[in-house]
């Protein structure tokens, strides 16, 4: 590519619990740009991680990815998001309780609305899980970057227990079934 190349990007955004492993996740696929952590979806302006951590100000965990459609869609990137978490906790995953890691779909267009909402009765169909699935497809309304030491968490804190018990066997296992799909 030449510097009169420009990548036509796009927005995705995600809420699949703990920002640190799906932000890891996504950023280690194909096409995918960068991912930022942040808040979505509540009511409370500029709201802090304490804040969201609370549960009161409506706002959800998220990633946000900058991708290019030329190299992943926007339905792979769905399918990576059904995976790496469980999307028929209600307002949880694992040990991670409340309604700011609730499993949502924020689309940025209706092309994204369409493609979600068809992906998501195709998962109903399959019946892959014994439990209803409970993931929100909501337009995003509102996002707010996390704190910068929020950002490639996993990376800066390798030590971390919550990073080697819970995301590290999580980012291992997506490491081998995208391996194709890896940067």
């Given at each position: 590519?030449?510097k009169?190349?420009?990548?036509?990007t796009?927005?995705?955004?995600?809420?699949?619990?703990?920002?640190?492993?799906?932000?890891?996740?996504?950023?280690l696929?194909?096409g995918?740009?960068d991912?930022?952590?942040g808040y979505?979806?509540?009511?409370?302006?500029?709201p802090?991680?304490?804040?969201?951590?609370?549960?009161t100000?409506g706002?959800?965990?998220?990633?946000?990815?900058t991708?290019?459609?030329?190299?992943?869609?926007y339905?792979?990137?769905?399918?990576?998001?059904?995976?790496?978490h469980?999307?028929?906790?209600?307002n949880?995953?694992?040990?991670d309780?409340g309604?700011q890691?609730?499993?949502v779909?924020?689309?940025?267009?209706?092309?994204?609305?369409?493609?979600?909402?068809a992906?998501?009765?195709k998962?109903?169909?399959?019946k892959?899980?014994?439990?209803?699935?409970?993931?929100?497809?909501?337009?995003?309304?509102?996002?707010?970057e996390?704190?910068?030491?929020?950002h490639?968490?996993v990376?800066?804190h390798?030590?971390?227990?919550?990073?080697?018990?819970?995301?590290?066997p999580?980012?291992?296992?997506?490491?081998?079934?995208f391996?194709?799909?890896?940067?």
């Amino acid at each position: 590519m030449d510097k009169y190349t420009q990548i036509m990007t796009q927005e995705a955004t995600f809420g699949a619990g703990c920002f640190w492993c799906v932000e890891h996740c996504f950023k280690l696929l194909k096409g995918v740009i960068d991912v930022k952590p942040g808040y979505a979806g509540g009511h409370s302006e500029n709201p802090t991680y304490e804040e969201v951590c609370t549960g009161t100000t409506g706002h959800v965990e998220v990633v946000r990815i900058t991708f290019d459609p030329a190299q992943i869609s926007y339905t792979e990137l769905l399918e990576v998001f059904w995976f790496v978490h469980n999307p028929t906790h209600l307002n949880r995953q694992g040990n991670d309780i409340g309604t700011q890691y609730r499993s949502v779909v924020f689309y940025h267009n209706e092309e994204q609305r369409a493609i979600a909402e068809a992906y998501l009765e195709k998962l109903k169909a399959s019946k892959i899980w014994d439990d209803p699935i409970v993931t929100a497809i909501e337009p995003l309304t509102t996002y707010y970057e996390a704190e910068n030491y929020h950002h490639d968490y996993v990376i800066h804190h390798p030590e971390n227990q919550y990073c080697q018990m819970i995301v590290k066997p999580k980012i291992e296992k997506f490491k081998t079934v995208f391996q194709n799909q890896l940067k």
